[in-house]
């Protein structure tokens, strides 16, 4: 039997968001009309990240042509393309003085090259205003193209971020407009570039201990570098349920586990999610 979503063990209890930097930053990101993953995904880090003046930008509007059954962000017909977003998300990181951004996006399969021109412009944007800034980017997958990601990568982020969400068997139901090898190949592609790679999964969708470790696998034989292991949260009743809470002693478990095969960072935590703590990549790039 699924669980319901509201039935929560105290490990993923978490604050109510407050504090003067909190509001402060919901204030920037609302007067430069910007867009976070961290509101529009339902993040239930928000507070704790956004304390400490971080945020995760989320480029080319808040509406995606996809519509995974596990995903907050809103489904439907997206609006032009914002080409003044680069520079005002730039502003916002330079505001902020932030030493270690990230720049994700909704997926924008209507576009020809599903906006990697959106997410180099914002690249440069960036480090044009804050050199020492350092970026990672968390993109789609942009339905496969090596031009787009090569766009992408030519902009030179410190992280290229893709998630591989689940584990193959639940694609169909998870993400059926997504597809597990092609987004392997775009991190394998990604590495042999020489860019620093990383990914994430949900866990507590129903998959196996076993298939959790054969995604692993998959991963190290391209040497992704970085892996990222929460819990999936139901944000609604119309969303994939829950099918089991993930212990925090199991992600332990498998936090060793990663480092073990070779991963240089691993952060597997029942809240972590992917561009949870994201700046402690610097120690590793």
Same mark, same amino acid.
């Given at each position: @039997?699924?669980?319901?979503?509201? $039935?929560?063990?105290?490990?993923?209890?978490?604050?109510?968001?407050?504090?003067?930097?909190?509001?402060?930053?919901?204030?920037?990101?609302?007067?430069?009309?910007?867009?976070?993953?961290?509101? +529009?995904?339902?993040?239930? %880090?928000?507070?704790?990240?956004?304390?400490?003046?971080?945020?995760?930008?989320?480029?080319?509007?808040?509406?995606?042509?996809?519509?995974?059954?596990?995903?907050?962000?809103?489904?439907? &017909?997206?609006?032009?393309?914002?080409?003044?977003?680069?520079?005002?998300?730039?502003? =916002?990181?330079?505001?902020? #003085?932030?030493?270690?951004?990230?720049?994700?996006? &909704?997926? $924008?399969?209507?576009?020809?090259? !599903?906006? =990697?021109?959106?997410?180099?412009?914002?690249?440069?944007?960036?480090?044009? $205003?804050?050199?020492?800034?350092?970026?990672?980017?968390?993109?789609?997958?942009?339905?496969? +193209?090596?031009? =787009?990601?090569?766009?992408?990568?030519?902009?030179?982020?410190?992280?290229?971020?893709?998630?591989?969400?689940?584990?193959?068997?639940?694609?169909?139901?998870?993400?059926?407009? =997504?597809?597990? &090898?092609? +987004?392997?190949?775009?991190? %394998?592609?990604?590495?042999?570039?020489?860019?620093?790679?990383?990914?994430?999964? @949900?866990?507590?969708? !129903?998959?196996?201990?076993?298939?959790?470790?054969?995604?692993?696998?998959?991963?190290?034989?391209?040497?992704?570098?970085?892996?990222?292991?929460?819990?999936?949260?139901?944000?609604?009743?119309?969303?994939?349920?829950?099918?089991?809470?993930?212990?925090?002693?199991?992600?332990?478990?498998?936090?060793?586990?990663?480092?073990?095969? !070779?991963?240089?960072?691993?952060? +597997?935590?029942?809240?972590?999610?992917?561009?949870?703590?994201?700046? #402690?990549? @610097?120690?590793? &790039?």
């Amino acid at each position: @039997m699924s669980l319901n979503y509201k $039935r929560r063990p105290h490990w993923l209890k978490v604050k109510v968001p407050a504090g003067d930097r909190f509001f402060s930053l919901r204030q920037m990101v609302h007067q430069n009309q910007l867009h976070t993953v961290c509101q +529009s995904a339902h993040c239930p %880090n928000i507070g704790e990240c956004w304390g400490r003046g971080t945020a995760t930008f989320m480029i080319l509007g808040d509406i995606c042509t996809r519509n995974c059954r596990f995903c907050a962000v809103q489904p439907g &017909v997206p609006l032009p393309v914002d080409t003044d977003e680069p520079r005002r998300v730039a502003e =916002a990181v330079a505001q902020l #003085e932030l030493k270690y951004a990230v720049i994700t996006s &909704v997926t $924008r399969d209507d576009l020809s090259d !599903g906006g =990697a021109h959106l997410f180099a412009s914002t690249i440069q944007e960036i480090h044009k $205003r804050l050199p020492s800034c350092e970026i990672e980017v968390l993109i789609p997958d942009f339905q496969g +193209s090596a031009d =787009a990601l090569q766009l992408v990568l030519d902009a030179h982020p410190t992280v290229l971020n893709h998630n591989l969400e689940t584990v193959p068997r639940l694609y169909p139901l998870a993400r059926p407009q =997504a597809n597990y &090898v092609r +987004s392997l190949e775009l991190l %394998n592609r990604a590495k042999k570039y020489g860019a620093t790679t990383k990914t994430g999964l @949900m866990l507590g969708l !129903g998959e196996t201990l076993d298939e959790v470790n054969t995604v692993m696998t998959d991963l190290r034989k391209i040497d992704c570098d970085i892996l990222t292991l929460g819990q999936y949260m139901q944000p609604g009743k119309e969303y994939l349920p829950i099918e089991r809470f993930v212990t925090p002693e199991e992600f332990q478990q498998l936090k060793i586990k990663g480092l073990q095969m !070779g991963f240089k960072l691993v952060e +597997s935590a029942p809240l972590v999610r992917s561009s949870y703590h994201a700046d #402690e990549a @610097m120690g590793i &790039v």
